[in-house]
């Protein structure tokens, strides 16, 4: 079932990322008068299928491989690599039959379909949800063996600052900026006392591959419901309770509580937990329950699905900041330009070798990973997703290599430059070679993506 679930959020994906890119260069097309032959989202191998229908002088389609898709242009050499139309002399409505500066919109038509999707999301989701921000007072949680892990930080730290700039929300630790600079040191305070810890050079790579990013805003363990006829309510464990041990381990955080748990199914655990007997006039919390509750020792046997029927009550204080149609649309620009300078950014230590290729890139398998992974925190978290990728493809698309949107450009600009079209057996020479590439870069991908699966 989560393998079903995986593929369907990476077609999800991918379909609305291809299905931009290709109309942007489609109605470029069209608005100076091209005639464009097919548009397809997925690619039609062997002539499969799964729909497709010719409305006027276009072909519209869905392919049976969903990694892609294409807007084949009359008069241009494609992925198509159709050479028919050299046979006969330059038609008005051909690619070849138009100025240059009009092909040239054309090519950066998907990129800039990229682009403006992004915003769209990052617009839409500030108008619609708020910027959310969550109190640095927090302590901070670390999973073992993360990446934070590894640079010292423990669960119970407070974070001060990053690189000297002191921060006032969780949000801003997790702003790429901090993570894709070249140095970066975070001040924490740990039992009173601070300290600075320093990430290594190879941080990006680190997180790059596979390992968890393994910090957030610690989550206390009060309890919410507790399920009748569950072994908590036969143990007489109460709502509105707060798990401060078990066996005898400190208790922080509720990922905790639902790692011991699940581990022990149909044993037997000593669960210690506090309760607030006098209800509150304000919000309940955690610090209350710890400062006026009382404590409680039960023996409770889980389970055989490791569980002992109890939900989480959300304790963390995150605030959702209403912004107004302009503050939202100048709040989305502003993320597009932050994540889209940091895109950059990232690709150019990969391409400097300052990090590690194979396990900063990724390939459909990564890729659908991380689109379900996204889609399991909520259709905000997929979104968000969705526009990063965005701005990648539209980056890695412009990039001058042959068979890329970026090395289309360049050739009609160099035909714009010397007044004269290249030879038609060098064009396709150069898009023969761009396709090896790409096939070749596709196929270390997939291997590199299932050696780490």
Do not use: C
């Not at 605030?319 to 300078?341: C, D, F, H, Y």
Request: net charge neutral; charged share 20%; no cysteine.
């Amino acid at each position: 079932m989560e393998l079903l679930t995986t593929i369907i959020n990476f077609i999800i994906a991918i379909f609305i990322l291809v299905t931009v890119h290709e109309f942007g260069h489609f109605i470029t097309a069209r608005m100076f008068g091209m005639r464009v032959d097919r548009f397809f989202i997925g690619f039609d191998f062997w002539g499969i299928t799964l729909w497709k229908k010719k409305i006027g002088e276009t072909e519209y389609g869905i392919g049976a491989f969903p990694v892609g898709g294409y807007v084949k242009i009359a008069g241009m050499i494609d992925e198509s690599l159709d050479t028919d139309y050299v046979q006969h002399e330059i038609q008005p409505w051909e690619f070849r039959g138009k100025p240059v500066w009009q092909r040239l919109i054309v090519m950066a038509g998907g990129v800039i379909m990229n682009m403006v999707l992004a915003a769209a999301i990052f617009i839409g989701i500030t108008a619609t949800l708020g910027e959310s921000h969550t109190p640095i007072s927090t302590p901070a949680f670390v999973e073992s063996r993360s990446v934070f892990s590894s640079i010292g930080l423990k669960s119970g730290d407070h974070l001060v600052a990053i690189n000297g700039h002191k921060l006032q929300f969780w949000e801003e630790a997790f702003d790429p900026a901090y993570l894709t600079s070249g140095k970066l040191e975070y001040t924490i305070e740990r039992n009173g006392q601070v300290m600075t810890l320093q990430a290594p050079k190879n941080f990006l790579s680190q997180l790059n591959d596979n390992q968890p990013l393994g910090i957030r805003p610690t989550m206390p363990p009060v309890i919410d419901q507790v399920l009748s006829n569950d072994p908590a309510a036969k143990a007489g464990i109460l709502p509105g309770s707060l798990i401060t041990a078990i066996d005898g381990k400190p208790i922080s955080d509720w990922s905790e509580v639902v790692d011991t748990i699940s581990k022990s199914p149909g044993k037997k655990l000593v669960i210690t937990w506090m309760h607030l007997k006098t209800a509150p006039d304000e919000p309940l919390t955690a610090d209350m329950i710890r400062k006026n509750g009382q404590t409680f020792t039960t023996e409770v046997v889980a389970n055989m699905s490791g569980k002992i029927g109890i939900a989480l009550k959300q304790t963390v204080e995150t605030e959702r900041i209403k912004l107004s149609l302009p503050q939202s649309v100048v709040s989305g620009l502003n993320q597009t330009w932050k994540t889209t300078a940091l895109t950059v950014k990232g690709f150019g230590q990969i391409f400097t070798g300052k990090q590690d290729f194979r396990k900063s890139v990724g390939g459909p398998i990564k890729i659908a990973r991380i689109a379900n992974e996204s889609a399991e925190q909520g259709p905000e978290s997929f979104m968000y997703f969705v526009a990063v990728l965005s701005i990648s493809l539209a980056f890695i698309n412009i990039l001058p290599v042959p068979a890329l949107d970026g090395g289309q450009f360049v050739l009609n600009a160099v035909e714009g430059i010397i007044g004269r079209e290249i030879p038609f057996e060098i064009k396709m020479r150069i898009q023969q070679v761009g396709m090896t590439i790409l096939l070749m870069l596709f196929a270390y991908m997939m291997i590199n993506d299932l050696l780490n699966f």
